[in-house]
């Protein structure tokens, strides 16, 4: 059995900033890759900000320059450090790791929970 779980999400004001955390545990042999989505009401889910194992960092063209993913593979756990929100970045944030139970075997989609981010004046 396989988890994430975020945390770090809340209310702020235009401008400000949040961090978001996902930590993977469980039967994890290997993540290849961490990432973050996001779904505001009535719209699909759609990609924030990935980091695969080989560093390749992918950020949706909306938050390129304000948001960083980082990822510490020791405890496996991924971050998203969020400068400079906007109204538009409201939404549900949701944590994806591809995760690899035993060696040689296939890679799994898991999501969290999600945790809400309202950006408001």
């Known amino acids: 059995q396989v988890q994430l779980v975020e945390s770090g999400g809340g209310s702020v004001q235009p401008g400000e900033s949040l961090r978001l955390s996902c930590a993977a545990s469980?039967?994890?042999?290997?993540?290849?890759?961490m990432g973050w989505y996001r779904q505001a009401p009535g719209k699909q889910r759609d990609l924030v900000a990935v980091l695969p194992s080989d560093g390749q960092t992918n950020y949706a063209d909306s938050v390129k320059g304000r948001f960083t993913i980082s990822r510490d593979n020791t405890k496996n756990t991924v971050y998203l450090q969020m400068n400079s929100l906007k109204p538009e970045d409201t939404a549900v944030y949701y944590c994806?790791?591809?995760?690899?139970?035993?060696?040689?075997?296939?890679?799994?989609?898991?999501w969290g929970q999600g945790t809400q981010v309202t950006v408001s004046s």
């Open positions: 469980g039967s994890i042999f290997s993540i290849a890759s």
């Open positions: 994806n790791g591809k995760i690899q139970y035993r060696s040689g075997g296939r890679f799994f989609n898991h």
